[in-house]
């Protein structure tokens, strides 16, 4: 495998990391608030869907990009009235949310654009194009940093930049501001922070809405940048792989990055590898397909230790009088 063939790699695994990585850090926001969120992927699905419909009907990928985040933020609404106020069970909440994305987006897309549950095709000013950074043409013929700096770094979309750098706000929100470490105390112990005059149901609805504003930048993404429109399910299971991210990372950002990115890595090398021989066998396609899903099953099983979630985690919190 030659350099180049490595930088390219490397490229597609930033691709297929950042709606990864959008979605675990938004189930690390709600879940160090003490509420398990397993209905990322239905809320990436319908924001992947709203944000093409829109920029598809308008032209317009910012217009798109905010019908996606809406409907994201509709979906954690529901979640959170659920979970919250009515204290309802959460995993049951996401299960629902899930089905509900699933069925309500192939229902409306046929509906609206009968193209068979999915969306037309996006062109230009409907998708997010890539941004070359400074000076990348230049530096592109310099020995192994030109390439790393003109491929590698530079020619992402701005959402791929946005996910990263939600990466350090992420890590300094939780352990730098007030917000943040009364964030992980409701995860902990909601009692004492509601004893300091502390709203535990506010600080919990603030964490779901910024799930819901993480999973819609991820699946407007997925629509509008990894992808030119919305087909039925084309999350595949992405939300379920950020889970396993964030329980490999044991809900710490910067780990999560680095997990989302092995996901990534796994995601890139079967797309670029298939009918491979080896000792005279070829791989089927399906095999190489498959290989992300079963290596997560690996790592959580064998590489992820203890991990111990927030200890109020699932628990509906009840004001004592």
Sequence with gaps: MDF???????????RLAT?????????????????????LEGKMLMAAFFSAAVAAVTGNVWLGLLAGIGSSLVLAGLHGVASITFRGNQLISGVAINFLAAGMTVLIAQDWFQQGGRTPSLFSGGRFGPITLPFADSLAGVPVLGPIYAELLSGHSILVYIAFLAVPATWWILSRTRFGLRLRAVGENPAAVDTAGVSVVGLRYAAVMICGLLCGIAGA????ALQAG??????????????????????????????CLLFGLLQAV??????????????????????????????????????????????PYVKER
């Design 19 to 39: 709606p990864l990585l959008l979605a675990c850090l938004a189930g690390l926001y709600s879940e160090r608030a003490g509420i398990f969120d397993i209905g």
């Design 4 to 14: 180049l063939t490595i930088i390219q790699l490397l490229d597609s695994t930033v």
């Design 221 to 224: 993404y997925l629509a509008t």
């Design 230 to 259: 919305f087909v039925k399910d084309m999350t595949a299971g992405r939300g379920f792989i950020a889970l396993a991210a964030l329980i490999f990372a044991k809900w710490r950002p910067w780990h999560a990055m680095g997990a």
């Design 270 to 315: 079967a797309l670029r590898f298939q009918n491979i021989e080896l000792g005279g066998i070829t791989i089927p396609v399906q095999a190489m397909d498959a290989l992300p899903y079963v290596l997560t099953v690996v790592i959580l099983a064998g590489f992820v230790g203890k991990a111990i979630p927030p200890r109020a985690g699932g628990q």
